[in-house]
């Protein structure tokens, strides 16, 4: 009985005030790795968000999934555009982006699909353009093909642009496998 008892101190319900700061600090901390300048912090904080966001309520779950979409305003850095888009295919990588919040995010994802930023001679962009394809992928993977019914002609068209006009090699490629696990789907 006792072993029973301790398993349940540790369960969502029954967090201290300090305990939700703690995890509020931290995840607070990992959203901000989502906009670091190294892509390993990026990835890692998305891996992190996602594993963390597993574990919580559907109503945390969907709180931090809200807290996203601040990372894609039109003053953010391509940083936080990839780390965005990262954080967004894990959560439905995992199952923990709901479908109604499939409305919000497809908008924002049609302009990582096609983000470039010029940057004197040269531009910046391939990273968020490849991440926002993964983005793509895992809603392929993770949603019955009733729930992207309302996306897909938008996502298609664009997927299939990239797949023959992007400059980016690896681009080109993961669009290409993207609208490919898509359409098998």
């Known amino acids: 009985m006792k072993a029973a008892e301790e398993e349940d101190v540790g369960g969502e319900d029954e967090l201290t005030d300090a305990q939700l700061d703690q995890l509020e600090f931290i995840i607070q901390f990992l959203l901000d790795g989502l906009k670091d300048d190294d892509s390993i912090v990026r990835w890692t904080a998305a891996k992190g968000i996602g594993r963390i966001t597993m574990r919580l309520s559907a ?3 969907d709180q931090i999934v ?4 601040d990372l894609f305003g039109p003053s953010e850095t391509d940083s936080s555009w990839h780390g965005g888009c990262l954080a967004l295919a894990e959560l439905c990588r995992r199952g923990l982006l709901l479908p109604a919040r499939l409305t919000e995010f497809v908008p924002v994802l049609e302009k990582a699909l096609v983000y470039d930023l010029n940057l004197g001679n040269h531009s910046v962009g391939s990273h968020v353009r490849d991440s926002a394809c993964y983005v793509v992928w895992s809603f392929a993977r993770a949603y019955a093909p009733d729930i992207m019914r ?13 797949s023959l006009f992007d400059r980016e090699v690896n681009c080109r490629r993961a669009a290409s496998a993207t609208f490919q696990e898509a359409v098998g789907r």
């Open 59 to 61: 109503d945390f779950a």
């Open 150 to 162: 309302p996306h897909v002609m938008t996502l298609a068209s664009k997927l299939i642009n990239i």
């Open 66 to 69: 809200g807290q996203l979409s």
